[in-house]
């Protein structure tokens, strides 16, 4: 044609194109949530990555959390010592991966370094005495506790590495529904053969899962770069990342942005932390065999994951866009205020029970989708090593905070009630740095995405 079309006219045909040829699952997707026709992919894709991952987690967390109450629940604060020393020194290597790989390679040694692991472990517990066991036990619940942070911070790493801002606000909530699913199955196996079939069998089959996750890793990694419109702000995730060893330390405690985001991540830990031993408490006390205490934990953990999911499929990216990324973080630490003063009030299982199971549904389903979104408007470089540092080290420092806290508030003789107190006004301060977070996030996302708009 000799006169051009007007450019309003092309851009509504080339929004539309993508729509021919489209599945119905496609179209099923995109009336369920706000998905545009070119993500669909690299949201399918992510999913079963996220599914795999949380589907060997879970698989092996209820065989992990019986072993650590088998080892005493008084040596439990113990345990996140080791975890914490496990973190610090698996970070350094890791950052080097990142600093010198290409995206792809570094992301699936780490996965399968951690596969090798599980696969070790598997062994072990197969030809172990009672005595050794017990010792063992007290291993493998550190190692699961770095894995399940490790592999999942990396993977969040790379979704924010993916989609930007406004797309994870759309879909970040859909995206930890993938999670929520392989948690599900992963927990329901567990659930349903734990008195059946011993734990080196259950290990294999969460060892061959990592190698689903690397397929998923290697595939939304080839169709990343589709996803973003402005050449400049695409990753080039088939470079390495460069930067510093350190740099993931050194940014962390550097930027004030950053700074924040760890302090609303070691608040949260604490917390999850006191809750955590509180439960364990009560487990111990309310269930005599490991069976029966290692079945609880899996019936939890579904439960949790069960109602996660509604949330997560419908409501999650609805929420963040209806009440802003502020007001949405401050949710669960609001929940928290409230549920710790209830267990004040009635320390037992009735109790810690519910608040558990809101509690971890609250941070799945909407504050863990809501806190990825902080780290689209960082550097990339940030996104993979200050991010890390923050997820696992920064992480696993409040879970020592709050470990050797509990074990001190007992020592003293203040007991649940008082520990519960305590809870609330770290909960509340907790509340005001997720809504400064918030703020501040809208604003870094607004200045990021005007260049992008001047080039459309």
Known sequence: MADELPSSVAADIAAEAPLHGETLAARSLRQAIDVRPEEVAALGWSWLYIFALLSSYYIMRPIRDQMGIAGGVNNLQWLFTGTLAGMLLLNLPYAWLVRTLPRIRFISITYRFFAANILVFALALHLATGAQAVWLGRLFF?????????VVSVFWAMIVDVFNSEQGKRLFGFIAAG??????????VTASLAEHVAPTYLLLGAAVLLEVAVLG????????????ADPRTRTAGDRPVGGGVLAGITHAFGSRYLVNVS???????????????????IVNASFHTRGAQTEFFATIDLAVNVLTLGVQLFLTGRIVRWLGVGITLALLPGVSVIGFGALAMLPTLS?????????????????RPTREVLFTVVPREDRYKAKNFIDTVIYRTGDQVGAWSYALLTALGWGMTRTAVMAVPLSAIWLLVGLWLGHRQEVLAASEAEPEARTR
């Open 217 to 228: 890793v290697r595939h939304l990694s080839r169709i990343s770069d589709a996803l973003r």
């Open 351 to 367: 109790a810690v029970v519910p608040f558990q199971v809101l509690r971890r549904a609250g941070n799945f389903a909407v504050a």
């Open 179 to 188: 999670a929520t699913i392989g948690a599900i199955f992963g927990s329901g």
């Open 263 to 281: 302090v609303f991540m070691l608040l949260f830990s604490i917390t999850s932390t006191l809750l955590y031993f509180q439960q364990a408490s």
């Open 142 to 150: 550190i190692w699961t506790s770095v894995y399940n942070l490790f």
